[in-house]
């Protein structure tokens, strides 16, 4: 009996060793992805933070910066690129 106790418990702590191995997996693929779309999201902030110059300068109308605006809330996730 003492093998069959001994050999559920090899097999449990087998299981929290690959979980630890796959949350350790996806962190390191996680941060890899999250450097590359912070350049991604600080380009996209600093077009918006020009568009947003251009229309409190006046060189741009209203209906130009929301559609402007919509494009680039869009590529951050903040809204829905259908609408």
Do not use: C
Not at 21 to 46: F, N, P, Q, Y
Not at 55 to 64: F, P, S, T, V
């Amino acid at each position: 009996m003492a093998k069959g106790r001994e050999s559920f418990e090899k097999r449990r702590l087998e299981k929290v060793r690959d979980e630890r191995k796959a949350e350790k997996r996806d962190k390191r693929v996680l941060r890899k992805t999250e450097g590359e779309s912070d350049l991604d999201e600080a380009a996209i902030m600093e077009r918006f933070r020009l568009l947003s110059e251009r229309h409190a300068n006046g060189d741009i109308d209203d209906l130009a910066y929301k559609s402007q605006r919509h494009e680039i809330f869009a590529a951050l996730g903040l809204e829905d690129p259908a609408e």
